[in-house]
Nanobody, 126 residues
Framework: QVQLVESGGGLVQPGGSLRLSCAVS????????IGWFRQAPGKEREGVSC????????YYADSVKGPFTISRDNAKNTVYLQMNSLKPGDTAVYYC???????????????????WGQGTQVTVSS
């Protein structure tokens, strides 16, 4: 049974940091890409970052390039999203999902992945 479980969300002040985790089970992480997505209240879900399986290539949405870093630990079947310099605009529910590759359309959540986690809330507020 394929499962993805996000954790690490919470309330943080502007400028602070959080590290999200996506723990996967039911499949071998080595052979799959993992994407991070987020959905703010009243907005559509959007792509944040993706890491490929083959060579560990990473991709970022322009809005998070620089402060956010995606990484994977295949031995732990876990993918991380390190988020620094957080802003109120980063407030959203963050989801991870899996697909065979990141691909050229990874930013579009409707084109990515069959399996999704339940999400973890990130709130950036003073």
């Amino acid at each position: 049974q394929v499962q993805l479980v996000e954790s690490g969300g919470g309330l943080v002040q502007p400028g602070g940091s959080l590290r999200l985790s996506c723990a996967v089970s039911g499949f071998t992480l080595d052979y799959y890409a993992i994407g991070w997505f987020r959905q703010a209240p009243g907005k559509e879900r959007e792509g944040v970052s993706c890491i490929s399986s083959s060579d560990g290539s990473t991709y970022y949405a322009d809005s998070v390039k620089g402060p956010f870093t995606i990484s994977r630990d295949n031995a732990k079947n876990t993918v991380y999203l390190q988020m620094n310099s957080l802003k109120p605009g980063d407030t959203a529910v963050y989801y991870c999902a899996t697909d065979l590759v990141c691909g050229s359309s990874w930013l579009n959540p409707k084109a990515f992945g069959d399996y999704w986690g339940q999400g973890t809330q990130v709130t950036v507020s003073s």
